[in-house]
């Protein structure tokens, strides 16, 4: 898959925009990697997941945890990820979408997790003709997406984890380690 092509279009509600081009993906979801400083396995990472609806879904879900630690983030990834993510859903059946219109939140149910995203903001967007059904209350079960962002968007790539963990990460986890075996000897 070509990543750089991949494009959609997105179901607006009547009168709300003059034109309703494609847009592509890849170029907006890119320069959200590059916005949040991410490193070369991460984009890699993130051009393999673009092929997987639950591969969409890990990436919204990396880059909205890494927006929280940086000032002006440029969300216009968000809408084109969110409609792609659904679209794959479709296809390949390793995600479902759920568009809750009183939270105004879209979820996505994985088999690992459950993903919320607020597109309150969103408001041109047709999310009724975005998500495979829509259930007002939907239950948010709050699961902790944001500890395993990096994590659940690095399944999409074979690479040790070692390969992408930074400098400060391995240190600690070694002091860990040797803290751990001199506890050990001491008993």
Known sequence: MDTQQVTVTIPRKEGTTKSNDPVEVWPLVKAALERVEADEHVMDAAESALAHSDGCVAIGNFLDTESTRIQRMDF????????????KARDDRRADSIYDGTEEILFFETDQDQYPFDISKDWTVDWMAVADERIDGYENIGSDNETWAT???????????????????????LDETDEDVTRRDVR
Request: aromatic fraction near 12%; proline fraction near 3%.
């Open 151 to 173: 994590d659940r968007l690095m399944d999409f790539q074979e690479i040790d984890v070692d390969k992408y963990l930074s400098d400060e990460e391995k240190y600690d986890e």
């Open 76 to 87: 216009r990834y968000r809408v084109p990820l969110l409609v792609l993510a659904a679209k």
